[in-house]
């Protein structure tokens, strides 16, 4: 199987920013929140959803609606309602070493230096320019300032997502005779930014995904065990 390597890059920053992971990262961390809020009220005790409702299939909504309430009030606490979802945050950890070339370095890592890296990754938290902002320094005769750092896409353990580098934290463990670093230890805070293509195209793939789970053995049972009348008595 041909190795693959992963990335953090923006290649319309000026200058691009193409950072190749020199030994992939054996641990990243993925967190996902979303906010919910108590409701304004508890809900009723009576069946008053099932009196509203017409039909079999609508009386039985409503009572599983009227059932679901008196579970609230049972316990005397609100039941939580979805507000907004908090942006995906990933963690990674990962080695640079000028002594040793990583497995698509060739005969070294250039040159036996690990300085390009870090100015790559550096170069993730500060402001600069990108294509855009040249375009209308050149057409529009504006001087764009640098307001923002670049964003940075993530391509690695099947992600590949748009994202901004919140934290970066380099330790450098090991330097040369002149000073010059030898080896480090890197790790950065990488924010999901929504405001991309790529939720739409992470949307679809996590889709195609979940259908591909409905394939495995034993998935009616599954289906059955987690009913709410079934899934209370087994």
């Not at 008196?70 to 979805?82: D, F, G, M, N």
């Not at 890296?117 to 902002?133: E, K, N, Q």
């Not at 670093?181 to 924010?191: F, N, V």
């Not at 405001?195 to 009616?220: H, K």
């Given at each position: ?5 992963g990335?953090?890059?923006?290649i ?11 030994f ?13 809020e108590?409701?304004n ?36 606490t ?20 000028a ?29 600069s ?33 748009e ?54 053995a ?6 059955a065990?987690?009913?709410?009348i ?5």
């Amino acid at each position: 199987m041909e190795r693959k390597t992963g990335y953090l890059a923006n290649i319309l920053n000026v200058p691009p920013l193409i950072f190749r992971f020199q030994f992939n990262p054996e641990l990243l961390t993925e967190k996902k929140s979303y906010k919910y809020e108590a409701a304004n009220a508890f809900g009723n005790w009576g069946f008053d959803q099932t009196r509203a409702a017409s039909g079999f299939i609508g009386r039985a909504m409503g009572l599983y609606t009227d059932a679901k309430e008196i579970s609230s009030l049972l316990v005397a606490t609100k039941p939580l309602e979805p507000v907004e979802g908090e942006p995906r945050t990933f963690e990674l950890e990962f080695k640079l070493d000028a002594s040793m070339p990583g497995p698509l370095d060739g005969d070294n890592h250039y040159g036996g230096s690990i300085k390009p890296d870090l100015a790559l990754l550096r170069s993730f938290t500060v402001p600069s320019w990108d294509a855009l902002d040249i375009a209308k320094m050149a057409f529009k005769k504006e001087v764009a300032c640098f307001n923002r750092p670049p964003a940075c896409t993530l391509n690695y353990a099947g992600l590949s997502l748009e994202c901004v580098m919140t934290d970066l934290s380099i330790k450098l463990v090991a330097f040369k005779d002149d000073g010059d670093p030898l080896r480090a230890e890197a790790s950065c805070t990488l924010k999901e930014q929504t405001y991309s293509i790529d939720p739409l195209v992470g949307t679809v793939t996590r889709l195609v995904q979940v259908g591909r789970s409905y394939g495995r053995a034993g998935i009616g049972k599954d289906f059955a065990a987690n009913t709410p009348i079934v899934g209370a008595f087994i």
